[in-house]
């Protein structure tokens, strides 16, 4: 038997033991996987779980990471709560099978532990697998810590299975700074987790021979266009489910989360926009500013898919200045987050918009210390006092030697 998890006990987890016990619970029907750093221990785990009869879902090894994505849709097709993990070249040789997931409303949750993207070749952590799979049609959800890994996997569930949603979910969490960093972690009891999530209900069972239904055949310019707004249009439309979702997980867990997070926000002059593990770094980096007289605050996102304009907006008006930190590499524009970003202060400022500008930081992984976040709050107060950019409006920190960036 497994064990029963009470709403008090804390277990030391890293993420992707919390993310492989939220699946377990979860009762999942099939993985299919291919195991890829870092998020192996997590289908890794899952596997033991299996060997060891705790779960009665089906563990499937197949030969690529493109066959576990095409082997979760064909259980998925069948009527399966199905779920997997991958990260960096798997995503990327996973990357087309994903549009069909999505193309046939297909509720699989995939773990997304981020990873760098080669070449050079990489294992560590940044955003660009993440990045990569933006515009396939998933909804994207983001994590902090391995709690909120936790958390996420159960609510991505739930999320993706809504009648008016069904759409698959991805998790992300930062690779090895979540996924290996072992935490204080409050799991809910099995069977709170399971009632949480609610029994599977197939809304189209395609491969169901007594109700024949066709999906992800050839649609040209007839009908292709409707197909990609109906998918939008449920991905735009998620928003409610997802902060309805967010509000029964905090009823039932006191735990809070919202699309978009805001900290030391109310009076900031200063802001820096963060995802993941960085975001609570940069909390610790402005309480410390504040010491020193600076009014910095931090805002971080829990959705990336559908993105929270409005919200984003909203949290960042009136600011000053604005640091967007993206962990990829824009190779040859600005940043991913940062274009989002601005679009977000585009639409909500009509006057005294702020100052914003873009920081690369921490491909593969590169350290960024309190004092580099230090040092972007400093760049930013002296852009709030002159009133303009007082640096490139990209700039690379960290790098080896002389920094690059361009107006």
């Not at 080669?118 to 909804?139: E, F, K, Q, T, V």
Request: glycine share 8%.
């Amino acid at each position: 038997m497994a064990k029963i998890y009470d709403l008090q006990d804390v277990e030391v987890w890293d993420g992707n033991v919390a993310a492989s016990h939220a699946l377990r619970q979860a009762q999942i029907d099939v993985m299919a996987a291919y195991p890829i750093t870092p998020s192996t221990p997590i289908v890794q785990d899952y596997g033991t779980f299996v060997g060891n009869g705790y779960v009665d879902g089906e563990f499937v090894l197949v030969e690529s990471e493109h066959a576990a994505m095409s082997g979760c849709v064909g259980a998925a097709a069948a009527g399966g709560r199905v779920a997997t993990a991958t990260s960096s070249q798997g995503l990327a040789l996973m990357v087309e099978v994903l549009y069909q997931a999505s193309g046939m409303r297909l509720p699989i949750v995939l773990n997304l532990v981020n990873r760098a993207l080669a070449s050079p070749l990489n294992i560590h952590g940044d955003h660009s697998d993440m990045y990569l799979c933006r515009d396939a049609g998933w909804i994207q959800l983001c994590t902090c810590n391995p709690q909120e890994a936790y958390d996420f996997n159960l609510m991505a569930f739930k999320i993706a299975e809504d009648y008016d949603v069904r759409v698959p979910t991805i998790v992300n969490q930062d690779g090895f700074l979540s996924s290996h960093t072992a935490q204080n972690v409050r799991p809910l009891q099995d069977e709170e987790a399971y009632k949480f999530i609610g029994e599977y209900k197939v809304k189209n069972a395609m491969l169901d021979f007594s109700k024949p239904i066709t999906y992800g055949v050839q649609a040209e310019e007839d009908w292709h266009y409707e197909h990609k707004a109906q998918l939008n249009a449920a991905i735009m439309n998620s928003m409610p489910v997802i902060e309805k979702v967010f509000k029964e997980f905090k009823e039932k867990t006191g735990r809070e989360y919202k699309p978009v997070m805001s900290y030391d926000m109310d009076d900031a002059e200063v802001a820096i926009f963060a995802i993941g593990t960085t975001s609570e770094s940069a909390r610790v980096a402005a309480k410390d500013m504040r010491k020193n007289g600076i009014k910095a605050g931090v805002v971080t996102i829990h959705v990336l898919r559908p993105f929270p304009y409005e919200q984003v907006g909203e949290a960042l008006k009136g600011v000053k200045a604005i640091a967007v930190m993206d962990k990829s590499s824009p190779a040859g524009a600005m940043g991913a987050m940062f274009n989002e970003v601005n679009a977000a202060l585009y639409a909500a400022t009509t006057t005294n918009k702020p100052l914003i500008s873009n920081y690369i930081y921490g491909l593969g992984e590169r350290d960024l210390t309190q004092k580099d976040i230090k040092r972007v709050y400093n760049e930013l107060a002296n852009d709030a006092k002159d009133g303009k950019l007082t640096h490139k409006t990209q700039q690379w920190i960290c790098l080896r030697g002389k920094e690059i960036g361009f107006h």
